[in-house]
């Protein structure tokens, strides 16, 4: 399983000065006029593990995240987990861990389509998974789905994340980087993508998650306003 301090080649206490030194250095390797057209994809992922472990708050929860995953395989080096959950396609535990997997290890397209075609919002995947990676993988899922538009997929998952988070802690500190992304994501890009109706169920289940009644107030004016 490579990391993402695998992919820039640096050791996990990489300063950050090393890290953009080796983002540099790695970025030229795979210009397309060195490495060819396809090392666009190696270039995707590169790009995606510097802006992670470029950013301290980020990094602190890959970090977590990761070690706590791959702690699962210490002593399995030779074990291929991804083939041997691919091969049981027909289990619903092993797609959710796969799922994880792949946005682990930046194949998010592949992440995407096997939890759509488990039943995206109806695959209950924290059936099949320990709390926090469930929790974990969720939230990351949830960012793939803005980054390709499903933003009301999105807003769901982050929704029951933040009950989830409110009913018995996990993120903490980093809950208030949950709450901000769905108030982002309501105010400057759900509206377009629902029903009216859809995105006043959608403010009031903010209410009902315990926001601000001001901020969520605000939206409602602005819905009102612009019908």
Known sequence: MVSYYELLEVRDDASIQEIKKAFRERAKRLHPDIAGEDAAEQMRKLLAAYKTLSDSNRRFEYDRIYSRFAGKFRGKSHFDYRAFLRERKDDPASQAKLVFFELLHLEEARALSIWKEQGALSFPMEKYMDREDWMDCSFILAEELSKQGDYYEAFMLLTRLIR?????????????????????????????????????????????????????????????DTA
């Open 164 to 224: 989830e988070e409110r009913r018995l802690p996990y993120f903490r500190h980093f809950a208030i980087d949950v709450e901000n992304f769905l108030m982002e994501l309501v105010r400057l890009r759900l509206r377009k993508a629902v029903d009216g109706e859809t995105y006043l169920e959608c403010l009031d289940s903010l209410l009902d998650l315990g926001f601000p009644q001001r901020n969520v107030g605000k939206l409602f004016k602005r819905f009102h």
